[in-house]
């Protein structure tokens, strides 16, 4: 059903693994993003991608690391990870510039961090 | 800073009641709006989207919402809710011309039979 595929859908690691988030898009878009969706907290973004350079960083922790090898796939890259950031990460993309433009979400890959 | 607030984080109603969930922005200048809804278990869907031009916007499943420029407000609406419209609906913003979606928090919307 949705445009934006993302894999694992569930990631259980501790806090000295090391673990790589993918997601693609079907879509033919040319922007791609991902968001963190934290319990009773506002969905936040995290990096912005626009034809595969990243431009926008908001604040986000070093342990995060973001790769857009081409417009249709992208990565986040954990490493030493905190309880905290146990959250659902979702990835969406979208055709930067078009007149009516709308992100797309994927299903979410759902992080535990023991 | 631009922000998006929803007023209702847990509504319950019973089938075939009316619904309108509120949305507040604070934004300056043009504003692009969205309504999001997240069923248990699935992605995040695009339910509408207001850019320009009428007010009234027509969605999916029988949901419209309505920009009121003067109140900041991009309220949903549905005349009959029915149980499968139990999910937690997104308000989302959108300044033209820049990149980031600004989130409200969610309403959890449960439809008892």
């Known amino acids: 059903e949705t445009g934006v595929t993302q894999t694992p859908r569930h990631l259980v690691m501790g806090m000295t693994n090391k673990k790589s988030l993918k997601c693609e898009q079907h879509l033919g878009h040319n922007a791609m993003y991902w968001y963190k969706q934290s319990a009773k907290k506002p969905l936040e973004l995290m990096f912005v991608?626009?034809?595969?350079?990243?431009?926008e960083n908001n604040s986000v922790p070093s342990r995060f690391s973001p790769e857009c090898p081409n417009s249709s796939h992208l990565f986040l890259h954990l490493h030493t990870l905190q309880p905290e950031d146990s959250a659902l990460y979702l990835c969406?993309?979208?055709?930067?510039?078009?007149?009516?433009?709308?992100?797309?979400f994927g299903p979410g890959t759902r992080l535990l961090v023991l | 800073a631009q922000s998006v607030s929803q007023h209702n984080h847990h509504v319950i109603l019973s089938e075939a009641a009316s619904l309108e969930l509120g949305c507040n922005y604070s934004y300056g200048g043009t504003v692009n709006l969205f309504w999001y809804v997240q069923y248990p278990g699935q992605h995040l869907q695009l339910l509408l989207k207001?850019?320009?031009?009428?007010?009234l916007v027509k969605g999916i499943k029988g949901f419209e919402a309505e920009f009121i420029k003067s109140k900041f407000s991009f309220n949903l609406r549905k005349p009959s809710v029915q149980w499968s419209d139990t999910a937690e609906y997104f308000c989302?913003?959108?300044?033209?011309?820049?990149?980031?979606?600004?989130f409200g928090s969610g309403t959890r919307l449960q439809v008892q039979p």
């Open positions: 991608y626009s034809l595969e350079e990243r431009v």
């Open positions: 969406a993309s979208s055709q930067e510039l078009a007149s009516q433009e709308t992100q797309y």
């Open positions: 989302a913003a959108k300044s033209t011309g820049r990149r980031a979606l600004t």
């Open positions: 207001y850019f320009s031009g009428d007010p």
